[in-house]
């Protein structure tokens, strides 16, 4: 099956960085889209940041100008880049995929990471 693997959360301060990492392995023919989606405390789950399998890439309002998603195709991978992060920004990140299976290929299925936690705090 296919697994989706994030890295790089953790304890920031306000005004810090952080590089969040996704990695896609299992039967994955190709990638449609990647996406970040973040869940905080007694919140819905919201879409951070999408980019597609031509590289056109989208964010929500409060994120943009700060946030840069990425990806790195040979390696099925993507990447959040994260600056200037507030207090607000603090959530579980998850990633998001797209694909289709080269075991079954009629058709899109998705994939969702475990989710990986960002605090943003002095």
């Known amino acids: 099956q296919v697994q989706l693997v994030e890295s790089g959360g953790g304890l920031v301060q306000p005004g810090g960085s952080l590089r969040l990492s996704c990695a896609a392995s299992g039967s994955i023919l190709s990638v449609n889209a990647m996406a970040w989606y973040r869940q905080a405390p007694g919140k819905q789950r919201e879409l951070v940041a999408t980019i597609s399998s031509d590289e056109i890439t989208k964010y929500t309002d409060s994120v943009k100008g700060r946030f840069t998603i990425s990806r790195a195709n040979a390696k099925n991978t993507v990447y959040l880049q994260m600056n200037s992060l507030k207090p607000e920004d603090t959530a579980v990140y998850y990633c998001?995929?797209?694909?289709?299976?080269?075991?079954?290929?009629?058709?899109?299925?998705?994939?969702w990471g475990q989710g990986t936690l960002v605090t943003v705090s002095s």
């Open positions: 998001y995929t797209s694909y289709v299976s080269d075991y079954f290929p009629v058709g899109a299925l998705d994939a």
